[in-house]
């Protein structure tokens, strides 16, 4: 609380600084300008008289007098009038004062004029008011562009520092509220150990590594565990963004680089962390403009991280989603040393992380983590959490003392397939396309020996869906066969193929499935190599070009193939269909009947058949 309000206190002290120096700005501009217009109006009258018509009048004897100002254009005459109360000044703009000169002094000289000329000072108030005048807008620039660096933090420390000797707040992350990563949290506790007692290992001749790499999916937990780290050791935690390092000037990233590393010697021992580190750590290019900014970013990383010695006791933490566009450079052993993979987690990681968010929320005791986990396959820690507060807040609006098992299945419904549209108006042959539809994917899916149970099918339109198929998802998937992949296209045919059959029509509510089948069928061949006429290669490459070593004969038979596998599910889930119209027709009646079946009403359309 209290850093909180010294952050508070320093960003009102900024902007009072900002706000006092924008008004000397003003002000300075203002006071000028009055003193300019002052001093030219004091110079000048009303009275103005073409630069043509003083010389005519130069020419005829009507002028008496001319007064002029040194370093000035500006002319004072006095022309002659009948009477001496009738003589009138007036002001004369001189297009160029050094010609007029020579010209006035030869009409003096030779034709004889009588004029009288004086010369004058310039008036100090006058030069002084021009001068400004003229370096304002110099002035403006200067005072906008160091409160532009100052915006883009270029005076200020670069990071945001937990633990730090200034008081700042301190992470409070421990390795027991990280749950789910018990291998990854075992191969960081010798990093603690070290940060803790380095001398130790220095003793024993043994280096730290510099730099740990935490790479996996969104979510999965990469951010709390380094700060978990930093927790458990006791150390300062300097965290920062790596969109931070890049900002509109060239050579900021670069030197905020410097700044954080200059910063983190000063508070060793400390842990540095950086995240999203491919914002500045993608490989490096020859090409100009923003990307040689980035180059530059990224050499200057590597540079510090080779500068600072293990003595030090600094580790630097990174967080990335997509390692694979880290520049090599940066992963050789001297930098980041080590590379973590922090995966989604397993059944027992996620039971173990519901368990680890539920404790400040109210559950029903009917509650089984074990069952969530179960219907969660492939959620991350971040998903899961955001499951347990969409549950209390479906608990809360439902007024419910505790949350239940249907809130939590509830919650899981609107984050996988979206928010559910009870009002939305159908018509009833909308209504009959979509449980034909659904009938179709559900019933496919029971007579596929690899496809997992039927859960829920509904017809209430959810998120951007008319209707949905949910799946129990009871295990954990590392490694997924042909023949599933082959099922699995038949089952999201299925719904296109019950449309054609029963209503001999087809629509647009099968896009996605068709997408879907269609990347399965292209990753089978391009990138798991399981089609027995190309063989085993993988066409996945980076750059389009490289896929002319195949030649256009390989790349004509992949699309061919992928057009047979598409095709030859959709004649597989319509033959299913065709021999089981009866059990089609009840589960999409019943549908129209209900709008939902759950996973004990869908298996009694099967009892006779299992009998």
């Not at 945001?160 to 990854?184: I, P």
Request: hydrophobic letters at 40%.
């Amino acid at each position: 609380m209290e850093n909180n309000q010294k952050q508070n206190g320093q960003k009102k002290n900024n902007l009072m600084k900002i706000i006092v120096l924008t008004l000397m700005i003003i002000g300075l501009a203002v006071a000028t300008f009055v003193v300019y217009y002052v001093s030219v109006k004091d110079g000048q009258d009303d009275n103005k008289l073409a630069f043509t018509e003083l010389m005519t009048d130069i020419n005829n004897g009507k002028i008496e007098k001319i007064e002029m100002t040194t370093g000035s254009n500006t002319l004072k005459v006095v022309i002659k009038g009948e009477e001496p109360e009738k003589e009138r000044e007036k002001t004369v703009l001189v297009p160029s004062l050094q010609a007029f000169m020579e010209w006035i002094q030869e009409k003096v000289d030779k034709d004889g004029v009588e004029i009288e000329l004086n010369q004058k000072p310039v008036n100090p108030f006058l030069r002084i008011s021009e001068t400004l005048f003229s370096l304002l807008p110099t002035i403006l620039l200067v005072v906008l562009l160091l409160m532009i660096f100052k915006m883009q933090g270029l005076g200020g420390d670069s990071g945001k520092v937990y633990g730090g000797e200034d008081g700042s707040k301190k992470t409070n992350v421990k390795f027991s509220d990280v749950a789910g990563l018990d291998e990854e949290k075992g191969e960081l506790i010798e990093i603690v150990d070290f940060l803790k007692t380095p001398k130790a290992y220095l003793d024993m001749g043994a280096k730290i590594p510099k730099g740990i790499l935490l790479y996996g999916k969104p979510g999965t937990g990469k951010t709390l565990i380094a700060k978990a780290i930093a927790g458990e050791a006791g150390v300062p935690f300097i965290s920062m963004s790596g969109s931070e390092f890049i900002e509109m000037f060239a050579g900021l990233g670069a030197s905020r680089v410097r700044k954080l590393f200059e910063r983190a010697k000063k508070m060793a021992p400390c842990i540095i962390f950086i995240d999203e580190i491919d914002a500045i750590g993608s490989r490096r290019t020859s090409n100009s403009g923003a990307e040689t900014e980035n180059n530059q970013t990224l050499n200057q990383l590597l540079v510090e991280m080779d500068g600072f010695d293990t003595n030090e006791t600094i580790i630097v933490l990174a967080a990335t989603n997509r390692p694979e566009m880290l520049d090599k450079a940066l992963l050789r052993p001297g930098r980041f040393d080590r590379q973590i993979t922090i995966p989604a987690p397993d059944l027992n990681g996620r039971e173990a992380i519901l368990k680890l968010h539920s404790k400040n929320k109210r559950f029903s005791p009917t509650v089984d983590f074990k069952d969530i986990a179960g219907d969660t396959a492939g959620f991350t820690g971040a998903e899961l959490a955001n499951v347990l507060n969409e549950a209390a807040i479906i608990a809360t609006r439902e007024k419910h003392k505790e949350i239940t098992n249907q809130d939590v299945e509830n919650a899981v419904k609107k984050i996988t397939v979206g928010l559910e549209k009870t009002n939305r108006v159908i018509s009833e042959k909308d209504k009959k396309l979509t449980a034909y539809h659904e009938a179709g994917h559900a019933v496919v899916s029971k007579f596929l020996p690899t496809q997992t149970d039927v859960k829920e099918v509904s017809i209430i339109p959810r998120g951007l869906a008319g209707g949905y198929t949910m799946y129990k998802t009871n295990e954990d998937k590392y490694y997924v066969s042909k023949t599933e992949l082959l099922e699995k296209m038949v089952a999201l045919m299925g719904g296109r193929a019950a449309e054609k059959i029963s209503l001999n029509e087809i629509s647009t509510g099968a896009s996605n499935d068709i997408e879907v089948a269609t990347g399965i069928a292209r990753d089978m061949l391009t990138i798991y190599g399981m089609d027995d006429n190309l063989g085993p290669i993988s066409l996945k490459v980076d750059d389009p070009y490289e896929l002319q070593i195949f030649g256009d004969k390989v790349i004509d038979q992949v699309g061919n193939e992928i057009q047979q596998l598409i095709d030859n599910a959709y004649v597989s889930a319509q033959k299913i269909l065709l021999e089981h119209m009866d059990i089609l027709d009840r589960v999409a009646q019943t549908l129209l009947e209900k709008e939902k079946i759950t996973s004990e009403e869908f298996e009694m359309f099967f009892k006779d058949l299992e009998e």
